[in-house]
C-alpha cells in the first residue's frame, strides 16, 4: 500500500513559477513509478511528467517540455514538480500518482495510488 500526501497549489499570475511536493509512504521498490496528472473542468485527466524510481528516467507530456521539471528526493520518498513560465491553460487539480509499472508511465490507468489533489491556478 502507497499512500501520498500532496502540497505547493495556488494561485499565481502567468509567466510565474510553483513546485508541487508529494510525500510517499509504503513500499517504493522495484519497478515503482510516481508521476503528476492533471484535470481541468470539462476535461479528462491527462499526464503531465513522471519519473521512474530506479534510474530517474523521466517523461513529459508535450505541453509542458521545457517549462515543467519532475524530480525526486529518495530519502524523503518525495517527487517534486517545478513548474516554470505557468500558462493560463496550466490551470487544473493536479494528482500525485504512484505505481509499479515497466511500461505506460503516462498512462493513468496504470496507476494504482493517487494523492487527494491539489489546485493550481494561473490567471493572465
Known amino acids: 500500500q502507497v499512500q501520498l500526501v500532496e502540497s505547493g497549489g495556488g494561485l499565481v499570475q502567468a509567466g510565474d513559477s510553483l513546485r508541487l511536493s508529494c510525500a510517499a509512504s509504503?513500499?517504493?521498490?522495484?519497478?515503482?513509478?510516481m508521476g503528476w496528472f492533471r484535470q481541468a473542468p470539462g476535461k479528462e485527466r491527462e499526464s503531465v511528467a513522471t519519473?521512474?524510481?530506479?534510474?530517474?528516467?523521466?517523461y513529459y507530456a508535450e505541453s509542458v517540455l521545457g517549462r515543467f521539471t519532475i524530480s525526486r528526493d529518495n530519502a524523503k520518498n518525495t517527487v517534486y514538480l517545478e513548474m516554470r513560465s505557468l500558462k493560463p491553460e496550466d490551470t487544473a487539480v493536479y494528482y500525485c500518482a504512484a505505481g509499479f509499472m515497466f511500461l505506460g508511465l503516462m498512462v493513468p490507468d496504470n496507476y494504482n495510488y493517487w494523492g487527494q489533489g491539489t489546485q493550481v491556478t494561473v490567471s493572465s
Open positions: 519519473i521512474r524510481w530506479s534510474d530517474r528516467r523521466t
Open positions: 509504503g513500499r517504493t521498490s522495484g519497478n515503482y513509478v
